[in-house]
């Protein structure tokens, strides 16, 4: 089996479903590929051949393995993304708490000053 790579990408919520269905059915796949290999077994279950086929077999299951843990982990992805609160309303919120805090600050400063237009510094 060849080495295996990370890769990440972006897509719309919307294609979600289809992503995942398109792994899934390459998961089915590789499970009917393992029902063949099983098929295609000679009786000789002590030779060099039944080692070769138990190999096939293994790596076939590794396979469909890794894509079913990717499915797992693109869901639970999901689930969590679902589950969480709208990140844009708590940043929203803090910062309009924020800039209140700011402006009343701001306010302070300009009456510590005086009437606009006025020179006068403050005791």
Excluded: H
Aim: proline share 3%.
């Amino acid at each position: 089996m060849g080495q295996r790579v990370n890769i990440s990408y972006s897509i719309d919520i919307e294609e979600l479903p289809d992503e995942v269905t398109a792994l899934i059915n390459k998961a089915q796949a590789g499970i009917e590929e393992l029902s063949e290999i099983n098929r295609e077994w000679e009786i000789d279950f002590l030779s060099l051949a039944t080692v070769n086929k138990i190999t096939e077999l293994r790596e076939c299951m590794t396979k469909v393995d890794y894509i079913l843990n990717d499915v797992t982990n693109i869901i639970n992805g999901y689930i969590y993304y679902q589950t969480q609160p709208s990140q844009d309303m708590d940043t929203d919120a803090s910062l309009a708490t924020e800039m209140d805090g700011l402006e009343a600050k701001l306010e302070e400063f300009k009456k510590s000053f005086g009437q606009p237009g006025s020179n006068e510094v403050p005791d």
